[in-house]
Every structure is written in C-alpha cells, then in structure tokens.
C-alpha cells in the first residue's frame, strides 16, 4: 500500500525558505514520477515540480523555477522540496504525489496524472 506523508510547512516571512519532506511507503522512489503540488484558497490545485529519477528528467514551473529544488533520501525512502525566496504568492496547502508511469520518461504537470497523493502540508508566507 503506497502511503505520502508531507511535512515541514509553517509560517515564514518573505524571503524566508522551508523544506518539505514527503515520506513514503509502498514505492521505491526511482520507480514512480514524483511530483509537488499546491492550492492556494479559493484557486485550483497547481502544478509545482516534478522528477523522473529513472530518466533523470526534472520539471518546475516557471513561478518557482530557480528558487525551488527537489531532491530526495533513499535510505529514507523520503523526497524533498526545498523552498528558497519565499513569496506570500507561494502560501498553499503543499502536496505530494506519485505517479506509476516513470518508464514512459514524462514529467507530467497534470494532478490526473498522479495516482497516489499526500494529505498536504501548509505553507504560509507573511509579507
């Protein structure tokens, strides 16, 4: 049974950086699309950044390239999303997700892709 665990949200001034951790079970990492996610109030769940580490294929979106980094543990078992140069645009609930089709080498950015999900982690950035 795959399971996704986020952690490491929290309030955190402008500028400011967090680092999230989604903790899994179930999977091995190199085997699945991992993605980020977030939702802001109000607004649609959005795409954030993903890796196929099997086809070494990373994507972010264009408001957090360069500021956002993923990266893993795999004695942990355990992905992570650095977050540097905060933005109060960059509050949402943060979530993981996994994707099974890693062998195809696409990076998906659509949440239909992704079969398995976290329960999300708040991240709040006060100006």
């Known amino acids: 049974q795959v399971q996704l665990v986020e952690s490491g949200g929290g309030l955190v001034q402008a500028g400011g950086s967090l680092r999230l951790s989604c903790a899994t079970s179930?999977?091995?990492?190199?085997?699945?699309?991992m993605g980020w996610f977030r939702q802001a109030p109000g607004k649609e769940r959005e795409f954030v950044a993903a890796?196929?580490?099997?086809?070494?294929?990373?994507l972010y979106a264009d408001s957090v390239k360069g500021r956002f980094t993923i990266s893993r543990d795999n004695a942990k078992n355990t992905m992570y999303l650095q977050m540097n140069s905060l933005k109060p645009e960059d509050t949402a609930v943060y979530y993981c997700?996994?994707?099974?089709?890693?062998?195809?080498?696409?990076?998906?950015?659509?949440?239909?892709?992704?079969?398995?999900w976290g329960q999300g982690t708040q991240v709040t950035v006060s100006s």
């Open positions: 997700a996994a994707d099974r089709d890693y062998r195809s080498g696409i990076v998906h950015t659509t949440r239909g892709a992704y079969d398995y």
């Open positions: 179930g999977l091995i990492l190199s085997r699945y699309v």
């Open positions: 890796i196929n580490w099997s086809a070494g294929s990373t």
